[in-house]
Nanobody
Framework: QVQLVESGGGSVQAGGSLRLSCVAS????????MGWYRQAPGKQRELVAT???????NYADSVKGRFTISRDNAKNTEYLQMNSLKPEDTAVYYC???????????????WGQGTQVTVSS
């Protein structure tokens, strides 16, 4: 069974930092793009950052310059370093990965279970 498991969420004061991790496990042939999304109470899930298998990154305007996405392909792991956190960053953060698992002709999207990040003012 293929799964993504996040860790690293928690509570922090404004201006603080947190590092999220997401490990993919199971019968994985290859991982394409990976990313992080977040969902605040009463709001839609939104893109935070993505990273391709080659390391190209993309960020939401609201986190540019504060968050850094990275990945370790050998460990099937991605990270989100979050600095200068603001109360508006409070949300459940979900990791995401496009993976070849059943064969080389089909790529499927997988989601983690989510981890809570709370930033207090």
């Amino acid at each position: 069974q293929v799964q993504l498991v996040e860790s690293g969420g928690g509570s922090v004061q404004a201006g603080g930092s947190l590092r999220l991790s997401c490990v993919a496990s199971g019968s994985i042939l290859s991982i394409n793009a990976m990313g992080w999304y977040r969902q605040a109470p009463g709001k839609q899930r939104e893109l935070v950052a993505t990273i391709t298998s080659g390391g190209s990154t993309n960020y939401a305007d609201s986190v540019k310059g504060r968050f850094t996405i990275s990945r370790d392909n050998a460990k099937n792991t991605e990270y989100l370093q979050m600095n200068s956190l603001k109360p508006e960053d409070t949300a459940v953060y979900y990791c995401y990965a496009q993976m070849f698992t059943t064969g080389w002709t089909r790529v499927d999207a997988y989601w983690g279970q989510g981890t809570q990040v709370t930033v207090s003012s």
